[in-house]
C-alpha cells in the first residue's frame, strides 16, 4: 500500500508523459477565484488568446458542473483532455474521473497540487483525511489543507477548521476553528455560516 509521502513520487511516473503547458493566464485565475468563491462569473470575460490552457481548462471545469453555461460532462472531458498540463485542466480531468479511477484522479489532485492550485490541495487533504482510497494520514491532510487555506480556499478553510475543532491531527484549538471560518464567510461561503454558529456553541461549553 501506497504511503502518503511517497505518492508523489508516483505521480511523476504516472504522469511523466504530461507537459506542464499552464500559461499562469491572469484572467482564468480571476475567473477561478470567482468560481471557488461562489460568485457569478456572468460579467467576466476570457482572455482574446483563443488557446490559453488555463482559460480552456477553467472552461472545462464551468462545463462539468454548468456554471454559467449548460452541463456538459462529456464536452469539459474533452476540453480538459487537451489542456490537462494546465492546473485547471488537471483538477477537471480528476473530477470527471473520480466516479472511476478514484486512484488516479488523485493523482491528478495531487499533480495539480504541486502547481499552486488550492482547490486541488484541498481534495488532496480530504482524501488523507478520509483514507478511503489512499492510506489516512491526518497530519500529512493537515498540510496540504493550510496550503489550500493560505490561498483563502473557502471548503479548506472550513475543513481545516474542523480539524481544529476536533483536534485532527493538530492541538484542539476552538479559537482557531473560529478564526478559520470567519475567513471563509467572508469570502461568502454560506456553510462556513452554519459551521460558525457550531464552533460558537462548543467554545461556551469550553
Same mark, same amino acid.
Given at each position: 500500500?501506497?504511503? +502518503?509521502? $511517497?505518492? $508523489?513520487?508516483?505521480?511523476?511516473?504516472?504522469? *511523466?508523459?504530461? +507537459?506542464?503547458?499552464?500559461?499562469?493566464?491572469?484572467?482564468?485565475?480571476? =475567473?477561478?477565484?470567482?468560481?471557488?468563491?461562489?460568485?457569478?462569473? $456572468?460579467?467576466?470575460?476570457?482572455? $482574446?488568446?483563443?488557446?490559453?490552457?488555463?482559460?480552456?481548462?477553467?472552461?472545462?471545469?464551468?462545463?462539468?458542473?454548468?456554471? %454559467?453555461?449548460?452541463?456538459? +460532462?462529456?464536452?469539459?472531458?474533452?476540453?480538459?483532455?487537451?489542456?490537462? %498540463?494546465?492546473?485547471?485542466?488537471?483538477?477537471?480531468?480528476?473530477?470527471?474521473?473520480?466516479?472511476?479511477?478514484? =486512484?488516479?484522479?488523485?493523482?491528478?489532485?495531487?499533480?495539480?497540487?504541486?502547481?499552486?492550485?488550492?482547490?486541488?490541495?484541498?481534495?488532496?487533504?480530504?482524501?488523507?483525511?478520509?483514507?478511503?482510497?489512499?492510506?489516512?494520514?491526518?497530519?500529512?491532510?493537515? *498540510?496540504? !489543507?493550510?496550503?489550500?487555506?493560505?490561498?483563502?480556499?473557502?471548503?479548506?478553510?472550513? !475543513?481545516?477548521?474542523?480539524?481544529?475543532?476536533?483536534?485532527?491531527?493538530?492541538? *484542539?484549538?476552538?479559537?482557531?476553528? =473560529?478564526?478559520?471560518?470567519?475567513?471563509?464567510?467572508?469570502? %461568502?461561503?454560506? =456553510?462556513?455560516?452554519?459551521?460558525?454558529?457550531?464552533?460558537?456553541?462548543?467554545?461556551?461549553?469550553?
Amino acid at each position: 500500500m501506497t504511503e +502518503p509521502s $511517497s505518492i $508523489s513520487d508516483d505521480i511523476n511516473q504516472t504522469l *511523466k508523459r504530461v +507537459p506542464v503547458v499552464s500559461d499562469s493566464c491572469k484572467d482564468a485565475e480571476v =475567473i477561478w477565484r470567482s468560481i471557488v468563491n461562489r460568485q457569478d462569473i $456572468s460579467s467576466y470575460r476570457w482572455c $482574446s488568446n483563443l488557446i490559453c490552457s488555463d482559460c480552456k481548462g477553467v472552461q472545462a471545469y464551468c462545463y462539468l458542473h454548468g456554471i %454559467g453555461c449548460p452541463k456538459d +460532462p462529456t464536452f469539459a472531458y474533452k476540453l480538459a483532455s487537451e489542456v490537462k %498540463g494546465s492546473q485547471y485542466g488537471l483538477i477537471t480531468m480528476a473530477k470527471c474521473q473520480y466516479g472511476t479511477e478514484r =486512484i488516479q484522479a488523485i493523482q491528478l489532485c495531487l499533480r495539480a497540487a504541486e502547481l499552486g492550485l488550492g482547490k486541488a490541495c484541498y481534495y488532496v487533504g480530504k482524501e488523507l483525511l478520509r483514507g478511503t482510497f489512499v492510506p489516512r494520514d491526518v497530519v500529512e491532510a493537515h *498540510k496540504w !489543507l493550510k496550503h489550500a487555506a493560505d490561498m483563502e480556499d473557502p471548503e479548506a478553510l472550513c !475543513l481545516l477548521a474542523n480539524c481544529f475543532l476536533e483536534g485532527k491531527g493538530v492541538t *484542539k484549538n476552538i479559537s482557531t476553528a =473560529i478564526d478559520l471560518l470567519e475567513r471563509a464567510k467572508r469570502s %461568502g461561503y454560506i =456553510i462556513a455560516e452554519f459551521a460558525l454558529l457550531f464552533a460558537h456553541s462548543e467554545a461556551v461549553k469550553v
